[in-house]
């Protein structure tokens, strides 16, 4: 859960950022393209862990002891100084909320915004 | 005993169940989609979350045999899923993961759609544009 949350903060921090930068605007690629870029950095983050899943152990601990395994946005330091917080699925929570709360809002302001003849 | 997350993931498919045709209907009738698509989500994870009360309940010391009175089919079928089903941990985990990106592109779509009526809008009502 963690490498997942950490693999996807940065892409998260950066569509944050424009954001804000934006006057709490978002367009659709920001729509489209922050959550792709938080999936697959995430995704990234949990490499090592995939061949688990797919029951292929020998890969599995080879990819654990490779040597830039920490190419992974530092998958095997994380896991030698991991330590699991009961918030950390509170806050994956939180995001997934946060990025639908922001997406429907855009979708509420256009709409009114349309509806009083003002077009983005 | 089913899983929490088959829990969760029973309420989302409820919520989104009994909310998707007044949505569908505003959407083929070109009405703004921002209420029927929040009330959708609303629905969704509010009953998604109801779904697991019980666990709250245990959690707060109630016994375990919450799981299975009769009286928890008010939290979206609980107890006759628990009588029913077991497990659930990964296809509940699955559902919840292809129901939040299904809701999340639906809103995406309705915001496209609410940008393509505004833009035809205002090329309608931009004069010398006739």
Redesign the interface.
């Known amino acids: 859960m963690n490498h997942v949350m950490l693999g996807a903060a940065l892409p998260f921090l950066v569509c944050a950022a424009i954001y804000l930068a934006r006057g709490a605007r978002a367009s659709l690629g920001l729509l489209v393209l922050g959550p792709l870029a938080m999936g697959l950095s995430g995704a990234w983050a949990v490499v090592p862990d995939m061949p688990r899943a797919l029951h292929h152990q020998d890969l599995y601990f080879r990819l654990h002891h490779y040597r830039h395994c920490n190419i992974w946005w530092f998958h095997c330091r994380i896991d030698a100084h991991e330590v699991d917080y009961v918030w950390y699925p509170v806050v994956f929570v939180l995001v997934g909320a946060l990025l639908l709360l922001v997406a429907w809002r855009e979708l509420a302001r256009t709409e009114r915004d349309a509806a009083a003849g003002r077009v983005g | 005993m089913a899983h929490a997350n088959f829990h969760i993931a029973t309420g989302i498919a409820v919520g989104t169940a009994i909310t998707l045709i007044p949505l569908a209907r505003a959407w083929a009738s070109g009405r ?3 209420r029927p ?2 009330r959708l ?1 609303l629905a969704s ?1 509010g009953l998604g979350f109801w779904a697991v009360m019980p666990g709250f309940l245990t959690k707060l010391g109630a016994p375990n045999s919450v799981h299975d009175a009769w009286w928890s089919n008010v939290f979206v079928l609980h107890g006759f899923i628990n009588a029913h089903y077991g497990g659930g941990l990964l296809i509940g985990e699955l559902a919840i993961g292809a129901a ?1 990106i299904g ?2 592109l639906l ?2 779509l ?3 759609r ?2 393509a ?3 035809a ?2 090329g309608r ?1 931009a004069p010398g544009t006739m």
Do not use: D, E, Q, T
Request: avoid cysteine; charge should be positive; hydrophobic fraction near 50%.
């Open positions: 703004p989609l921002a698509v929040g989500l994870y939040f809701h999340y809103v995406v309705a915001l496209r609410a940008r009526l505004a833009r809008h205002r009502s």
